[in-house]
């Protein structure tokens, strides 16, 4: 299976901040990477997809970037909806493996 | 409006069975290869199944592969995840998902979720 590592784990920051969150494949994956955003209770929602590419109706405040083994999240300008876990997803091969998730909390 | 929403879940005693389903609602249902992804309490996500769009094709997360049985109804607009010989690792909130595009996939929408507890 590809392991798929986020770092960090958490993430300390305020309102207006920008925010960057890495996340390793163990083997290449080509683009095949997806980003998700989930809040307490909440269902994960889609946000990029194929590394680069923005998810109708998200703010284009959030990006991504990468290809093969490293990839880059990224939210320009930290809005305070933005406070969530984020994960990464690898869909370039079976099992679709998901990193452990960064948590974006207030500083 | 697209939707999914998923029922079935609760309690059950170990070595038990229990079985999920998925509304769909708001596309082309038989037109998406669609998933169930699992999240244990204060974990991360793991994705379970994937069913193609017609049915012929499935696969499965080799922790729960020989215990789990996903199948859909396209004239329904439904999917079921059977779950036999269930352990205490398997409680989790269980969500169906939409395949984004292709297989493996993005997973563009996803259900509220159902909870499902292994627990003597």
């Known amino acids: 299976d590809i392991q798929m590592t986020q770092s960090p784990s958490t993430l300390s920051a305020s309102v207006g901040d920008r925010v960057t969150i890495t996340c390793r494949a163990s083997q290449s994956i080509s683009s095949w990477l997806a980003w998700y955003q989930q809040k307490p209770g909440k269902a994960p929602k889609l946000l990029i997809y194929?590394?680069?590419y923005l998810e109708s109706g998200v703010p284009s405040r959030f990006s991504g970037s990468g290809s093969g083994t490293e990839f880059i999240f990224t939210i320009s300008s930290l809005q305070p909806d933005d406070f969530a876990t984020y994960y990464c997803?690898?869909?370039?091969?079976?099992?679709?493996?998901f990193g452990q998730g960064t948590k974006v909390e207030v500083k | 409006e697209v939707h999914l929403l998923e029922s079935g879940g609760g309690l059950v005693q170990p070595g038990g069975s229990l079985r999920l389903s998925c509304a769909a609602s708001?596309?082309?249902?038989?037109?998406?290869?669609m998933s169930w992804v699992r999240q244990a309490p204060g974990k991360g996500l793991e994705w379970v199944s994937e069913?193609?769009?017609?049915?012929?094709?499935?696969y499965y997360a080799d922790s729960v592969k020989g215990r789990f049985t996903f199948s859909r109804d396209n004239s329904k607009n439904t999917l079921n995840l059977q779950m036999n010989s269930l352990r205490a690792e398997d409680t989790a909130v269980y969500y169906c998902?939409?395949?984004?595009?292709?297989?493996?996939?993005?997973?563009?929408?996803w259900g509220q979720g159902t909870m499902v507890t292994v627990s003597s």
């Open positions: 069913i193609s769009a017609g049915g012929d094709s499935i």
């Open positions: 998902a939409k395949n984004y595009f292709g297989a493996p996939s993005a997973f563009g929408l």
């Open positions: 708001g596309f082309t249902f038989s037109g998406y290869a």
């Open positions: 997803q690898q869909y370039n091969s079976y099992p679709g493996t």
């Open positions: 194929k590394a680069s």
